[in-house]
């Protein structure tokens, strides 16, 4: 069982920054990974990237790699996302998700491979 926190998100001008965190609280839960997902209004939720908890192996969509940055905190149990050089196209609500580890451990861009959500946090980005 684990609950999720998100915090971060806001309005910013074409080419700046933000930086999104998810802290992640429960009893008697270990973690295989978390991840952040996006969803722009009246379309599907798209992987953005991935780590895992060990040893912060990572994974991105093509689209933000070189501009964004996937981290972790394992004494706080907390992920960020570090999102530079923002495009109008990143607009979205931006999700954090755990993946609870049971047998295997790996990462994965599926959502249905996670089993809890953040509430979201909203991007917008401005031309």
């Known amino acids: 069982q684990v609950q999720l926190g998100e915090s971060g998100g806001g309005l910013v001008q074409a080419g700046g920054s933000l930086r999104l965190s998810c802290a992640a609280s429960?009893?008697?839960?270990?973690?295989?990974?978390m991840a952040w997902f996006r969803q722009a209004a009246g379309k599907e939720r798209e992987f953005v990237a991935a780590?895992?908890?060990?040893?912060?192996?990572?994974d991105y969509r093509d689209s933000v790699k070189g501009r964004f940055t996937i981290s972790r905190d394992n004494a706080k149990n907390t992920v960020y996302l570090q999102m530079n050089s923002l495009k109008p196209d990143d607009t979205a609500v931006y999700y954090c998700a755990a993946d609870v580890l049971y047998y295997n451990c790996d990462l994965y861009r599926e959502a249905y491979e996670y089993e809890s959500w953040g509430q979201g946090t909203q991007v917008t980005v401005s031309s």
């Open positions: 429960g009893s008697s839960f270990s973690l295989c990974s």
């Open positions: 780590i895992t908890w060990s040893v912060g192996r990572t």
